[in-house]
Protein backbone atom coordinates (compact mmCIF):
# COMPACT_ATOMS: atom_id res chain seq x y z
CA UNK A 1 0.00 0.00 0.00
CA UNK A 2 2.82 2.20 0.32
CA UNK A 3 2.40 3.47 3.93
CA UNK A 4 4.48 2.70 6.57
CA UNK A 5 3.26 1.76 10.01
CA UNK A 6 4.13 5.40 11.61
CA UNK A 7 2.52 7.32 8.57
CA UNK A 8 -0.35 5.04 9.20
CA UNK A 9 -0.37 6.00 13.05
CA UNK A 10 -0.05 9.42 12.10
CA UNK A 11 -2.88 9.68 9.88
CA UNK A 12 -4.97 8.00 12.24
CA UNK A 13 -3.64 10.32 14.79
CA UNK A 14 -2.80 7.58 17.23
CA UNK A 15 0.17 6.65 18.47
CA UNK A 16 2.74 5.06 16.47
CA UNK A 17 3.64 2.25 18.92
CA UNK A 18 -0.58 0.88 19.01
CA UNK A 19 -0.18 0.53 15.13
CA UNK A 20 2.99 -1.45 15.45
CA UNK A 21 1.95 -3.74 18.19
CA UNK A 22 -1.97 -4.65 16.18
CA UNK A 23 0.91 -5.55 13.58
CA UNK A 24 3.28 -7.50 15.29
CA UNK A 25 0.16 -9.40 17.42
CA UNK A 26 0.98 -7.53 20.56
CA UNK A 27 -2.06 -5.16 20.71
CA UNK A 28 -5.72 -5.54 20.25
CA UNK A 29 -7.85 -3.60 18.07
CA UNK A 30 -10.04 -1.90 20.14
CA UNK A 31 -13.15 -0.35 18.97
CA UNK A 32 -11.54 3.50 18.65
CA UNK A 33 -8.72 1.49 16.44
CA UNK A 34 -11.69 0.09 14.61
CA UNK A 35 -13.28 3.19 13.65
CA UNK A 36 -10.48 4.68 12.18
CA UNK A 37 -9.56 1.96 10.40
CA UNK A 38 -12.85 1.63 9.05
CA UNK A 39 -12.82 5.17 8.01
CA UNK A 40 -9.26 5.46 6.13
CA UNK A 41 -9.88 2.17 4.52
CA UNK A 42 -13.66 3.11 3.54
CA UNK A 43 -14.71 -0.11 5.07
CA UNK A 44 -16.75 -0.62 8.49
CA UNK A 45 -15.60 -0.58 11.70
CA UNK A 46 -17.49 -3.98 12.30
CA UNK A 47 -14.59 -5.71 10.01
CA UNK A 48 -11.90 -4.57 11.83
CA UNK A 49 -13.38 -6.17 14.95
CA UNK A 50 -14.93 -9.39 13.42
CA UNK A 51 -10.86 -9.92 12.00
CA UNK A 52 -10.01 -9.14 16.34
CA UNK A 53 -12.93 -11.62 17.11
CA UNK A 54 -11.66 -13.99 14.29
CA UNK A 55 -7.76 -13.75 16.04
CA UNK A 56 -9.06 -14.43 19.37
CA UNK A 57 -11.01 -17.43 18.67
CA UNK A 58 -8.33 -19.20 16.86
CA UNK A 59 -5.53 -18.35 19.37
CA UNK A 60 -7.98 -19.71 22.08
CA UNK A 61 -8.56 -22.98 20.18
CA UNK A 62 -5.47 -23.66 19.44
CA UNK A 63 -4.51 -22.61 23.23
CA UNK A 64 -7.53 -24.83 24.81
CA UNK A 65 -9.58 -25.90 22.05
CA UNK A 66 -8.72 -29.96 22.57
CA UNK A 67 -9.18 -29.74 26.41
CA UNK A 68 -12.70 -28.39 26.11
CA UNK A 69 -13.36 -30.42 23.58
CA UNK A 70 -13.25 -33.04 26.30
CA UNK A 71 -15.42 -31.47 28.62
CA UNK A 72 -19.17 -32.56 29.51
CA UNK A 73 -21.68 -30.97 27.29
CA UNK A 74 -25.35 -29.63 29.02
CA UNK A 75 -27.92 -33.08 28.78
CA UNK A 76 -30.41 -32.90 26.31
Do not use: C
Amino acid sequence: MDISSAELARQLQVPANRINQIINGRRSITGDTAIRLGHWFGMSPEFWLNLQSTYELRRAMEKTGAQIAKLPTRAA
